[in-house]
């Protein structure tokens, strides 16, 4: 899979994101194969099992600024709405809101698996 | 301006974003990375000559942005330190207290290179710039100073010239003078207490103890035999003539050196019994500062040749003084003439040799 196509499976916003990696396609990519690594989404994953709402709600947080970083918007705005629920005490709305994080993530590796 | 690369200090838990903020900055400036706020404020101390600017992350383990900031803000560290917080964070209350604590400006994630590269940069350029004028300031303040005092003693010594006095004798009297008042201060620093700025004043004003004798006749000034009491009595108007010169020039009146000046030049013959002259002022009413050149100016002219006498050696003229052979002084002053003999013998060798203090 090429840099184009998986930007277009996942959302991302290539020409945004590569100015933000001075037009360097192998910068981008080199930061990308760099995203299973970060340890947000694992640690996401730990808070929401231990019904741990201020976890949660840092995992959120940071892993939507490295989403945000990487252009991946999807992830950025379901991370989004996460930290909000968490924030506004509508924990009920939680387990739905982290499968769509979950579903987002995966799709991501699995994209990056074949770059 | 700075020719060395200056450093910067990022930090942020998630590898990936000091990654990229390194990217950006790593051209222009040397790099710093922390992973949380406790490792940030050790790299912080570890540069006390500073950093150009620190990129702080705010959500983070161990100690998180706010509370390093809160942190510098203890340590007084933000007025030189530029922090910026950097955050994915756009709920405006978090903003607005991340401004509150002292952050220069707050960049949202994500970042995009070019604007953060000019907010960040124009920052650091302009409390370069601060910096910079600040430190020319300073040194042209001391020029100043040094200028100001260069030129009062000119003025003594071409004053002092007439009664075959040299420059030298200006520079020991505030030699001297500053010896004798800093053992005061270590004696009773209770009473004693005396700034950089005003001891340098006290100083000039010492070297023009004698501004006055201007206006005294040669003939009396350099009569080599004893005065007579009428010519005795001229010459003690050596101190209300110094005033009087003093006064006639504006300029002079609004330097705050003038009120130490008046002070010295008309009081440094007083005595602590009262016998001493103008004024006949007696004790405490002699301020301490006039005291102190009447005593220099006393073991100087002892030690010294005069027209009217040969010099005397160091032992001697500390003995006459405390003896009591040249008039009554403050006990305490005797006692510091005492502690300090050996070094006032010392320092008027050392401006014998040098020709200058």
Not at chain 2, 207 to 233: C, W, Y
Request: proline content about 3%; hydrophobic content about 40%; aromatic content about 6%.
């Amino acid at each position: 899979m090429d840099l184009n196509t998986m930007a277009q499976t996942l959302g991302l916003d290539l020409t945004g994101t590569l100015a933000r990696f001075g037009g360097s396609e192998a910068l981008l990519v080199r930061f990308l194969k760099k995203f299973p690594q970060d340890g947000s989404f694992a640690a996401l994953c730990a808070a929401v099992e231990q019904g741990d709402m201020q976890g949660v709600e840092h995992a959120a947080h940071t892993l939507k600024g490295v989403a945000a970083n990487l252009g991946l918007e999807r992830l950025k705005e379901h991370s989004d709405a996460l930290v909000a629920a968490v924030r506004k005490g509508e924990t009920e709305g939680v387990p739905a809101l982290f499968s769509q994080v979950r579903e987002d993530h995966a799709a991501i590796l699995s994209a990056l698996e074949k770059l | 301006m700075q020719e060395e690369r200056q450093t910067i200090l990022i930090v942020d838990d998630v590898e990936l974003n000091r990654a990229i903020l390194h990217m950006v900055f790593e051209e222009e400036f040397e790099i710093l990375e922390a992973e949380n706020g406790a490792e940030a404020l050790s790299a912080i101390d570890a540069h006390p000559s500073g950093l150009a600017a620190v990129l702080l992350d705010v959500v983070m383990p161990v100690m998180d942005g706010f509370q390093v900031l809160e942190e510098l803000g203890k340590r007084g560290l933000l007025e030189q330190l530029p922090v910026f917080l950097i955050t994915a964070e756009n709920d405006p209350n978090v903003l607005k207290r991340g401004y509150d604590l002292g952050a220069v400006d707050i960049i949202e994630k994500p970042i995009t290179p070019y604007f953060i590269k000019r907010r960040i940069g124009n920052v650091i350029q302009l409390n370069n710039l601060v910096r910079t004028q600040d430190e020319m300031l300073r040194e042209q303040a001391e020029e100043i100073r040094s200028l100001n005092s260069s030129i009062l003693e000119t003025l003594a010594t071409a004053i002092e010239f007439r009664d075959q006095e040299s420059g030298e004798h200006v520079l020991r009297i505030r030699e001297l003078t500053m010896l004798l008042l800093h053992g005061m201060m270590e004696r009773d620093p209770q009473r004693y207490q005396f700034d950089e700025e005003e001891l340098r004043l006290i100083g000039d004003a010492a070297v023009m103890h004698d501004l006055g004798k201007i206006a005294i006749p040669d003939q009396i000034l350099n009569k080599p035999g004893k005065l007579t009491p009428e010519e005795f009595a001229i010459m003690k108007t050596h101190t209300t003539q110094g005033c009087i010169l003093l006064d006639s020039v504006p300029q002079v009146r609004s330097n705050p050196v003038y009120d130490y000046a008046y002070d010295i030049c008309r009081h440094h013959h007083e005595r602590w019994n009262g016998r001493g002259y103008p004024d006949g002022l007696a004790g405490d009413e002699i301020s301490i500062w006039a005291q102190v050149v009447a005593l220099a100016d006393v073991y100087d002219a002892l030690v010294s040749e005069r027209v009217y006498k040969k010099a005397f050696s160091h032992e001697k003229a500390v003995d006459m003084i405390l003896n009591g052979e040249c008039g009554v002084f403050n006990p305490e002053l005797m006692e510091c003439l005492r502690e300090m003999a050996g070094e006032m013998r010392t320092r008027y060798l050392q401006v014998r040799k040098d020709g200058k203090s």
